[in-house]
Nanobody
Framework: QVQLVESGGGLVQAGGSLRLSCAAS????????MGWYRQAPGKQRELVAL???????NYADSVKGRFTISRDNTKNTVYLQMNSLEPEDTAIFYC?????????WGQGTQVTVSS
């Protein structure tokens, strides 16, 4: 059974930084892509950043230049470095891992940015 466990969320002032981590555990899987999604109150879950096994990345327009996704394949861990945080970034952030057959989700970690 594959599990994704996020950490690193919290409360930060606008302009501050946070680093999220997501560690995958289990056996018999290989993620072709890992990413971060977020869901703010009253809004749909949206893609924040994605990194594929070849290292290519995609970012939501709203976070380009502020967030950086990275991946340590040896540890099955994906990171999201978030700089210049804004109150609009307040949301629950979810880790996502995709194999060729299905997607897995973490339980989510709260990020709150105060103005």
């Amino acid at each position: 059974q594959v599990q994704l466990v996020e950490s690193g969320g919290g409360l930060v002032q606008a302009g501050g930084s946070l680093r999220l981590s997501c560690a995958a555990s289990g056996s018999g899987f290989r993620f072709v892509a890992m990413g971060w999604y977020r869901q703010a109150p009253g809004k749909q879950r949206e893609l924040v950043a994605l990194i594929r096994s070849d290292g290519s990345t995609n970012y939501a327009d709203s976070v380009k230049g502020r967030f950086t996704i990275s991946r340590d394949n040896t540890k099955n861990t994906v990171y999201l470095q978030m700089n210049s945080l804004e109150p609009e970034d307040t949301a629950i952030f979810y880790c996502n891992g995709r194999t060729l057959s299905r997607a897995y989700w973490g339980q989510g970690t709260q990020v709150t940015v105060s103005s």
